[in-house]
């Protein structure tokens, strides 16, 4: 059980482009959904906290206009990078809880985005 | 600021030892601290986690300590096998996991046979 999936697991794109990861929970509802970011050999950077039909919350110097959240339903959330840059190319990794008191994250595999 | 001290950076333990991963953190409205594995490529995975009004949790080969007043928690791994080699994240939360985690930087650790 708590199985977390991204679609895709990598992905290369061309400056300029926009790409977007999509983060499900397969068999569980997700009230809350995190997105995180990791460079190589690096620990994970929490973006953005996204709660199912409301606007998600940014952490302070992520900007929301390129990261775009988007959690229309409880076991779906996806991460649009806009105009995506070289510097942008990184490990989104997203995570999902099963609901209020419950604090366990369960990880997706995480996408590879790479940047040309 | 680093709110989540992780030490040491990297580690090599001999099959069948203890491999001790230690953090320290600043935040006293951290109430989540959970221990994450991850192996290259692949997103983490929850192995413990606990909560400060207990001083310690075992399940089966990993056990944490916790020592809230001194806001420190260690991931003691026994007879540790080759299979466990990979990277070790703690981190903690607040508010019962309605926040993101705050994560360490990371143990990378190799069992050697």
């Known amino acids: 059980g708590a199985v977390v999936s991204q679609h895709p697991s990598w992905v290369i794109c061309k400056s300029g482009t926009s790409v977007k990861i999509e983060c499900r929970s397969l068999d569980f509802q997700a009230t809350t959904m995190f997105w995180y970011r990791q460079f190589p050999k690096q620990s994970l950077m929490l973006m953005a906290t996204s709660n199912e039909g409301s606007k998600a919350t940014y952490e302070q110097g992520v900007e929301k206009d390129k990261f775009l959240i988007n959690h229309a339903s409880l076991t779906l959330s996806t991460l649009t990078v806009t105009s995506a840059h070289p510097e942008d190319s990184s490990f989104y990794i997203c995570s999902a809880t099963p609901g209020t008191g419950q604090e366990t994250q369960y990880f997706g595999p995480g996408t590879r985005l790479l940047v040309l | 600021q680093q709110q989540v001290k992780q030490s040491p950076q990297s580690l090599i333990v001999q099959k069948g030892g203890i491999s001790i991963i230690n953090c320290a953190y600043e935040?006293?409205?951290?109430?989540?601290f959970p221990w994450y594995q991850q192996f290259p490529g692949k997103g983490p995975a929850l192995l413990i986690a606990i909560r400060p009004d207990v001083s310690e949790k075992k399940e089966g080969r990993f056990t944490i300590s916790f020592n809230k007043s001194a806001k420190q928690f260690s991931l003691h791994i026994m007879d540790s096998q080759p299979g466990d080699s990979a990277t070790y994240f703690c981190?903690?939360?607040?508010?019962?996991?309605?926040?993101?985690?705050?994560f360490g930087k990371g143990t990378h650790l190799i069992i050697q046979p």
């Open positions: 981190a903690a939360s607040m508010t019962g996991g309605a926040d993101g985690l705050t």
């Open positions: 935040n006293t409205a951290f109430d989540y």
